[in-house]
């Protein structure tokens, strides 16, 4: 069982910044690639950032030189943090991890940016 929390989201003006955090928690599991996916309204979700299971970082296009993936590995935590934000990042943002059982994913954090 895994447990996947997101914190950090909120309202954000054009060209600020954010940092997003997923806590994972559980036990039993190893993952095999963890990041961050959105989903705006009307619109499916998309990857927007992740570590994939074979040690490489991948973004989405939109995102590129923009956000930034990290994680903590002693924490079971991964980040996400965001510069540049457009209104066209408004989406709810939520952690993905996956194992070589499940596909986990967090309750998903608000980002709006808007002016």
């Known amino acids: 069982q895994v447990q996947l929390v997101e914190s950090g989201g909120g309202l954000v003006q054009p060209v600020g910044s954010l940092r997003l955090s997923c806590a994972a928690s559980?036990?039993?599991?190893?993952?095999?690639?963890m990041g961050w996916y959105r989903q705006a309204p009307g619109k499916q979700r998309e990857l927007v950032a992740t570590f994939t299971g074979v040690g490489t970082v991948r973004y989405a296009d939109a995102v590129q030189r923009r956000f930034t993936i990290s994680r903590d590995n002693a924490k079971n935590t991964v980040y996400l943090q965001m510069n540049s934000l457009k209104p066209e990042d408004t989406a709810v943002y939520y952690c993905?991890?996956?194992?070589?059982?499940?596909?986990?994913w967090g309750q998903g954090t608000q980002v709006t940016v808007s002016s």
């Open positions: 993905n991890a996956n194992t070589s059982s499940s596909i986990n």
């Open positions: 559980g036990s039993g599991f190893s993952f095999l690639a």
